[in-house]
């Protein structure tokens, strides 16, 4: 599932900055805030290498803003759709989202989900919560959610064809295939 090439970039941008700076489990192992949150922000998201955004504080803010998105990820993913639109809807607010058509680097006009004079952080913010509100309100709201392996807590959000993916990562995946396999070896051999 494809919502338009911007808006996937963006959502694709949301879910690994949440999945890099939230703390919780990753892949069967405790997962903690990266110590150079900087580094972090700036490699889930593209733009802020061009323009040697973000200083600490903004990094600081987004991973915050991150938090915020991650917990309406855990509300539609524990099925409490309306309370995710809810939570959606205040960080929409409080990061003053709108749409507005932008056009700079060389690019033709696209869609931002900010306003231009937004700071870093808050606009980075807007944009990716309304990337997620895209999800929200659409019939793909089942495709967002939190990988099915066990020991991990990350989110996935699933924009195959087919609408299958439920695990944060390949690495999940396997785990979860081979502890099956392994399950089922022991059963017959027993």
């Known amino acids: 599932m494809n919502f338009d090439s911007h808006t996937s970039d ?3 941008y ?7 700076v939230t703390p919780g489990e990753r892949h069967g192992r405790r997962f903690t805030r990266p110590v150079d949150l900087v580094a972090a922000v700036r490699e889930v998201v ?3 290498r061009a323009t040697g955004h973000p200083s600490e504080s903004e ?3 987004l991973a915050g ?3 915020r998105l991650r917990r309406v990820v855990e509300l539609v993913d524990a099925g409490e759709v309306d309370g995710a639109c809810f939570e959606l809807n205040a960080i929409m607010r409080a990061t003053g989202a709108m749409p507005m058509l932008a056009r700079h680097d060389g690019e033709p006009w696209h869609l931002h989900f900010h306003s231009a004079d937004a700071e870093w952080a808050v606009g980075c913010a807007a944009s990716m ?3 997620l509100a895209i999800v929200l309100g659409n019939p793909a709201v089942d495709r967002l959610g939190i990988c099915n392996a066990a020991g991990c807590d990350r989110i996935y ?5 087919n609408g299958t993916r439920r695990f944060c990562s390949t690495a999940c995946q396997n785990r979860v295939k081979a502890a099956a396999f392994r399950a089922r070896r ?5």
């Open 186 to 190: 022991t059963a017959t051999a027993d």
């Open 65 to 67: 803003w991150a938090t």
């Open 46 to 48: 593209p733009y802020a």
């Open 14 to 20: 949301a879910v690994r900055l949440i999945n890099d």
């Open 157 to 161: 959000v699933d924009i195959s064809r």
């Open 129 to 131: 919560a309304t990337a």
């Open 59 to 61: 990094a600081a803010e």
């Open 10 to 12: 963006v959502l694709t």
